[in-house]
């Protein structure tokens, strides 16, 4: 049987027969070899997915040339840095694996940025700047992601590395980390929106997207979002303002009655239950016209043990969909956030040792190729019923979609298009 994450079989992939494993491996690596012109950076792609898979203790190039049986690092040190072939082609080829194998018509995109943490001052974007998966300023590269995620399973689909000001505005810094001159200082919102628009020319089918309040409480993205014809459900702060009061004002209002218990779907440790209240908001004309068609809302999910602990959240959503549609889409949030650390711990996304621009997109795509392989697999097994009970496929909720919500007063809309 091939080796498992943590050198201990999954759950889900335990017992799987090793022809299964280099079948589906064989294919998807077949796949993307086009995308490499001779045959030698072919093999070294090869060689290093395949110890992405393999049982390295760290995922750099001494430890994966090791593995796969070479003297030195060099050549796959080469196949990041000096051999001719293009990442976004292969991040293509991600794509499409991941709508063939993964895809359904409700797909949800989830946007996301992830830290690594990186010593000196010379890899690419590296600089002191906050970062959200340590919770404080460090010393580190910053990279804007996409994850796609149905019933079947979830998998990272895109990346960009966020360049702060700081190296954009030094070209010859750039120069030194192979930064292309045509590459200008954008915010990680302009980064995440070019992810939903490459998205949305792939064989990727979506029909939501989904992110943390970074993302969520800018109206431009929400209305970005709502141009593409795709429904959200995004957090914002509590501060974030609808149609004149902060949304944590206007949550004082919602009557004990409101508050349902439901799930945001399957945890480690079983369903993810919380109480939520939700409201729908009245339409804008602006945006609108007479013939509404679409329902915009404002939910809230408070903590059963801590009821202090209160998240928000603003969605816009087909006319028929309920309270508990909103809560999975909100839910799904966490599958991007359950890939970084799998791929992080387990696949070496955050185990490279590249400094310049075009390394850090290859080591990326390849570690995001070997995550969809797994999850795949992953769901090749739970559609022949061996995935165990208490990690269930769907994500539905098992209460009842006629969830309460209550109507907000209407004295309260004080300045209509705010949320916009």
């Given at each position: ?11 889900v ?51 994966l ?17 000096g ?61 804007v ?28 810094r ?60 995004v957090?914002v ?30 945890g ?16 804008v ?97 739970r ?38």
């Open positions: 049987m091939p080796w498992q994450p943590g050198g201990q079989p999954t759950d992939l335990d017992d799987l027969p090793t022809e299964t494993w280099d079948q589906e491996l064989d294919e998807l690596l077949l796949r993307i070899g086009a995308r490499f012109g001779r045959v030698e950076p072919r093999r070294r792609m090869r060689d290093y997915v395949q110890g992405l898979l393999g049982p390295a203790g760290r995922k750099n190039s001494w430890q040339a090791e593995y796969a049986g070479h003297s030195a690092p060099h050549r796959l040190q080469h196949l990041l840095a051999a001719r072939w293009d990442a976004d082609q292969v991040r293509d080829d991600l794509q499409a694996y991941v709508a063939e194998r993964l895809g359904a018509p409700d797909g949800v995109l989830i946007i996301d940025d992830t830290g690594f943490v990186k010593k000196g001052t010379v890899s690419a974007g590296v600089q002191r700047q906050y970062s959200g998966t340590a919770g404080r300023t460090e010393n580190c590269q910053i990279g992601f996409a994850a796609y995620a149905t019933t079947k399973g979830h998998a990272l689909v895109d990346r960009e590395p966020y360049l702060p000001k700081s190296w954009t505005e030094d070209r010859e750039c120069k030194t980390a192979r930064i292309p001159d045509d590459r200008t200082f954008a915010t990680e919102l302009e980064l995440a929106r070019a992810m939903v628009r490459r998205a949305l020319t792939s064989p990727l089918p979506i029909a939501w997207v989904t992110a943390d309040s970074a993302y969520g409480q800018d109206s431009h993205f929400r209305r970005f979002l709502e141009d593409a014809g795709l429904s959200y459900v957090a702060p509590k501060s974030q303002q609808v149609h004149g009061p902060r949304i944590d004002h206007l949550l004082t209002q919602a009557p004990p009655e409101a508050w349902r218990r439901l799930s945001a779907g399957p480690a440790k079983g369903e993810r239950l919380y109480d939520w209240a939700a409201a729908r908001l009245p339409a004309w602006e945006f609108d016209g007479d013939e509404p068609t679409r329902q915009r809302w404002m939910l809230a999910r408070r903590s059963i043990a801590k009821s202090d602990e209160v998240a928000y959240y603003l969605a816009c959503a087909p006319l028929d969909a309920t309270v508990a549609d909103l809560v999975r889409i909100a839910g799904c949030r966490w599958r991007i956030e359950e890939s970084f650390q799998s791929a992080k711990n387990e696949w070496g996304l955050d185990q490279y040792e590249v400094r310049r621009f075009v390394g850090w997109y290859r080591h990326i795509t390849l570690a995001m190729l070997a995550h969809a392989f797994l999850a795949v697999l992953a769901a090749q097994e559609e022949k019923g061996e995935a165990p009970t208490t990690h269930p496929s769907s994500w539905t909720s098992h209460q009842p979609k006629s969830a309460v919500c209550w109507q907000l007063d209407p004295a309260t809309v004080l300045h209509p298009g705010t949320t916009h």
